[in-house]
């Protein structure tokens, strides 16, 4: 991960998505955001997400921000 103000944020999208037995393609549907920039998300890649953004893929994985976010050590 590049050194920038993300650093230290795991987004555990890929490990809730395996849990609940849904796609990213399925989740991408549900919240009405591309897969691509799932992806990014799913990754590590991104740099920023919208608080709606969030709040819906928290809905749809029946979720707490916590649950998706996680600090690393």
């Known amino acids: 991960m590049p050194a920038d103000d993300a ?3 795991h987004c555990r999208l ?3 998505l ?3 037995g849904m796609t990213l393609t399925e989740l991408s549907r ?4 591309s897969v691509v ?3 990014v998300l799913k990754n590590d890649r991104a ?3 919208r608080f709606s953004t969030l709040s819906a893929v928290c809905r749809a994985l ?3 921000v916590g649950d998706l976010l996680a600090a690393c050590r």
């Open 47 to 49: 740099r920023a997400i």
């Open 30 to 33: 549900q919240v009405g955001v």
């Open 37 to 39: 920039n799932l992806s």
């Open 14 to 16: 890929d490990e809730l």
């Open 62 to 64: 029946n979720c707490e």
């Open 7 to 9: 650093e230290g944020i």
């Open 18 to 20: 395996e849990e609940r």
